[in-house]
């Protein structure tokens, strides 16, 4: 057996990319965590090693397994959890919108931000070109990292990227939730009751709560806690100890960061904080 799916242990490894900017990677096996309802400011883009994983993205369960890819869109809500008494193993890179926009302008793509419609694919020849990037990445080989993600980036554009669908709500209720999402990402550390980011707004409690998570895929609360939780990587990658995140972000001590860091990024704070910038240490033990 491979590292990846040795046994009953969990094991993940969360760092920054050796050469392409703005691009972070994962390798993990899980067996019991679950990622919470969550969502990335960048993408999700990865391959099953071994197992089955299960997410609900938009409202739709899927299931994802060996060989198989899974495309996440940016600021799109899922989950992810075991789909197998086994659990799963995969690869895991996050490039920002910034990154792929980037490659989809070299490649002359449409305007606008990419998209994938499909969240489980099935291309071969794909999945072996992820697996050598992300190994590339893992050895620290700058040139062969960046040749082979770029390259694994350009074809997952032209093959399975369309056009972004418009699902906002109507203008006045888009024009709430824009306003709502500013006064949260303002109280990181006193945010309001529901009722008051209603009134701060305009418009009633439920019409807001109906569509900002429409907007967001997320209530409120939910989506205050993915703020504090982004804010907090940006923090720990400036050398902020994890304690200190916790209280500049609006948790109530250290456990109550570790818990929703480790649901949402899969390694903990401290682990992020020491492999986000160095490649070449081994497997990090969950805890």
């Not at 096996?29 to 679950?34: A, G, K």
């Not at 709502?180 to 707004?201: C, F, N, W």
């Not at 998570?213 to 990587?233: D, E, F, N």
């Not at 940006?234 to 500049?248: F, K, S, T």
């Amino acid at each position: 057996m491979t590292p990846e799916h040795d046994g009953a242990r969990e094991r993940a490894r969360f760092w920054r990319h050796p050469a392409v900017p703005g691009t972070d990677l994962l390798k993990a096996r899980y067996v019991t965590h679950r990622f919470s309802r969550h969502v990335h400011d960048g993408y999700a883009i990865g391959l099953i090693v071994a197992g089955v994983e299960e997410f609900e993205y938009r409202g739709t369960l899927h299931r994802a397994g060996a060989g198989e890819l899974v495309l996440v869109n940016a600021d799109s809500v899922h989950t992810g959890q075991a789909g197998t008494p086994g659990g799963w193993a995969y690869r895991m890179l996050y490039p920002s919108v910034e990154a792929l926009a980037g490659i989809a302008a070299e490649l002359d793509a449409p305007a606008g931000t990419p998209y994938f419609p499909e969240q489980v694919v099935r291309d071969p020849e794909l999945a072996v070109l992820l697996g050598r990037a992300h190994r590339a990445a893992e050895r620290g080989d700058a040139l062969a990292a960046s040749t082979l993600s770029r390259t694994l980036f350009a074809r997952l554009l032209s093959r399975h990227a369309a056009p972004r669908p418009d699902a906002s709500p109507p203008g006045a209720g888009r024009q709430a939730v824009r306003e709502a999402m500013a006064l949260l990402h303002e109280s990181l550390l006193d945010p309001p009751t529901l009722e008051t980011l209603a009134a701060a707004v305009g418009v009633r409690p439920f019409p807001l709560l109906r569509a900002f998570k429409a907007v967001t895929g997320l209530p409120p609360h939910a989506y205050l806690t993915s703020l504090r939780v982004r804010q907090a990587r940006r923090l720990l990658l400036e050398g902020v100890r994890p304690a200190q995140v916790a209280a500049d972000v609006g948790f109530t001590d250290q456990a109550h960061l570790n818990r929703h860091f480790k649901r949402v990024v899969g390694v903990p704070p401290a682990a992020y904080q020491k492999a986000a910038g160095t490649y070449k240490t081994g497997y990090l033990p969950s805890s």
